[in-house]
Every structure is written in structure tokens, then in C-alpha cells.
């Protein structure tokens, strides 16, 4: 049996100990007794899940998917260049070049995707509670200017939750596999099988991502929802 699981940091299990081992799509797996694969990565947007699900991926190589979408406020953009994020190891100029660790921690496609994630507390702002946004720029290494003005005067609350929607009938509508599909967005307005943001932040680090017992708990409530549809 192979799984396929999707998201942002609390899949990919940021500020576990040993996220290979604790995060819950091993867990999962563990129990199952089934093959992980775990394309999550830290920032990651919908529109990052939905590309490896059309583009990247054949979602019928696997027996059931576990998609945890994110902020909506997420996206990416393709560079036709390799886009430098260290400062002492440059990209490859030829397939014979090394290939810096950095590179392995996402997928294969992601090489040229180029992530856009705003400030933790925009959401916050966007759907008009306390959010300190005056430094916004500050987050964006590429484009700056044009991502704050996107941000601040061009998209709003209605074009995230219709992107949203977008997004998440895409997926529904494309995987045609057995589903479980969750969230931490705690805005939305969609019927997720599970909403991860669900209040727990006794058991969160101090970044805000789930400890290795929470991980467990999401485990536990989605092998139930993967018994109703198996």
C-alpha cells in the first residue's frame, strides 16, 4: 500500500525532533503498513498541492491521498532561472554539477518555484482581527514592492476564499483515489474531513507547529476517516 501526503510545515512535521519518524503521515504509515511518500514543504501554498497533484505526480500510482491545504494567501511563481537561497552555494549551471542538500528537501519540480508566503499574521488581518503587518515587505526576497502592493491593495478576503474553493474542488475532482482532505486554515468556509487548527496550542512549539503528541492525535482521528473510505 502507498500513501501520498501533501501540505505545508505541519506535514512536512516542522520543528519535530526527528520529523521522519514523529510527523503523522508516519504514524500512519507505520500503521497501515504502508509506504510514505511526504511532499510537504515549510511555506508551501494550494496552488504548490495542486501542481504536484496535475503536474508533478501520477496520483493513481498510489492507494489513498492525505492533502492538508493551507493559507489561501499562499502562492508561487515559476523563475526560468535558478533562484539562489544560499549564500555561499550557487545553483548548478550543468546537470554534472552538484546539487546543494537544499535542493533535495522538496521535489524535484519545485526547483524553479519560487514560494510566496506573506507574514504569519496577515491572515489574521485579512479577516479583520489583530495583525501587525507595517514590515510585510520584509518577507519577500524577490519582487518585494510588487508582492506587498499585491497584498495590500489588489487581492482581498473574497479572491483567497474563491481561490480556495478553486483549489479545493480541484483536488476532490482530480484525485481519483480515496481522499482525506484537511486544513489549517481556521477561516475557511469549506467542509474539510478534519480541521487541524482545532484550539490545540497546549501542545504546539513555540513557532506555532504541532509537538510529536498533537501529530499523534491527528494520526489517530484520520486512520478513522481512512477506515470509512478504504
Given at each position: 500500500m502507498k500513501i501520498y501526503f501533501d501540505g505545508c510545515s505541519w506535514t512536512q512535521g516542522d520543528e519535530l525532533q526527528n520529523p521522519e519518524e514523529e510527523r503523522f503521515s508516519k504514524v500512519i504509515c507505520d500503521k497501515l503498513g504502508a509506504e510514505e511518500t511526504n511532499l510537504a514543504i515549510g511555506g508551501g501554498s494550494n496552488n504548490r498541492?495542486?501542481?504536484?497533484?496535475?503536474?508533478?505526480?501520477?496520483?493513481?500510482?498510489?492507494?489513498?491521498a492525505v492533502i492538508q491545504m493551507t493559507f489561501p494567501a499562499r502562492t508561487e511563481y515559476y523563475d526560468d532561472q535558478w533562484v539562489k537561497?544560499?549564500?555561499?552555494?550557487?545553483?548548478?549551471?550543468s546537470d554534472k554539477d552538484e546539487v546543494p542538500n537544499l535542493l533535495l528537501a522538496g521535489t524535484p519540480g519545485d526547483a524553479q518555484w519560487v514560494k510566496v508566503s506573506p507574514k504569519n499574521n496577515y491572515n489574521k488581518w485579512l479577516h479583520g482581527e489583530k495583525g501587525d503587518i507595517r514590515r510585510l515587505g520584509e518577507k519577500f526576497p524577490h519582487h518585494s514592492d510588487f508582492w506587498k502592493y499585491w497584498y495590500m491593495h489588489v487581492s482581498n478576503q473574497k479572491y483567497f476564499e474563491t481561490i480556495e474553493k478553486i483549489h479545493y474542488h480541484t483536488i476532490r475532482n482530480s484525485c481519483k483515489i480515496p481522499?482525506?482532505?484537511?486544513?489549517i486554515n481556521r477561516w475557511t468556509k469549506l467542509p474539510f474531513d478534519m480541521q487541524l487548527e482545532d484550539g490545540t496550542r497546549n501542545m504546539r512549539h513555540k513557532?506555532?507547529?504541532?509537538?510529536?503528541?498533537?501529530?499523534?492525535?491527528?494520526?489517530?482521528?484520520?486512520?478513522?476517516?481512512?477506515?470509512?473510505?478504504?
Open positions: 498541492i495542486v501542481r504536484n497533484l496535475l503536474v508533478e505526480n501520477n496520483i493513481e500510482d498510489y492507494d489513498l537561497v544560499s549564500r555561499n552555494r550557487p545553483w548548478p549551471q481522499l482525506v482532505l484537511v486544513s513557532r506555532g507547529h504541532p509537538n510529536k503528541d498533537l501529530h499523534r492525535h491527528f494520526a489517530h482521528k484520520m486512520l478513522d476517516i481512512i477506515k470509512d473510505r478504504l
